[in-house]
């Protein structure tokens, strides 16, 4: 009789660990009404925001792998390379990692020679369609008059 009482209380006790998950997934009780779905938001013409492209995804949609074509981040302002040679990884067959070369130019002037492309994978890049010009000094109305 003892054995019989003695599995009658140690069936009853359960570990307080083992509530924690029922008590977690449980929803609070309230007498208020519940909320109206997400679905109807007060903006549901809002779409969902684009994810920008890092270099070798930019030139993937150009011809020849973009090489002739001026790219720049989308924070730099009057700097810009022309693409010379891009590099695609073999283990990563998907079309976005990769290295590449290319001429710096700044202010529309290009630099001496091409040099590796830093910040390839980091998502903020642009193709320029019209590469920049450069910016010449014009000699004053003055000088040419003297």
Request: one cysteine or more; hydrophobic letters at 35%; charged letters at 20%.
């Amino acid at each position: 009789m003892a054995a019989a009482a003695r599995a009658a209380t140690t069936s009853l006790f359960v570990p307080w660990h083992r509530l924690l998950p029922l008590l977690r997934t449980t929803r609070p009780f309230s007498a208020a009404a519940s909320p109206p779905p997400s679905s109807s938001s007060p903006n549901p013409t809002k779409t969902k925001k684009r994810k920008k492209k890092n270099l070798i995804e930019v030139a993937n949609f150009l011809p020849n792998w973009g090489i002739g074509y001026h790219m720049a981040k989308t924070h730099w302002t009057n700097v810009s390379y022309q693409i010379t040679k891009i590099n695609l990884y073999k283990a990563m067959k998907d079309g976005r990692h990769g290295k590449a070369w290319g001429v710096a130019f700044k202010d529309g002037v290009p630099a001496d020679a091409p040099k590796k492309i830093s910040g390839v994978h980091k998502r903020c890049w642009r193709y320029l369609p019209r590469p920049p010009k450069a910016v010449e000094a014009q000699p004053k109305a003055e000088s040419q008059a003297a």
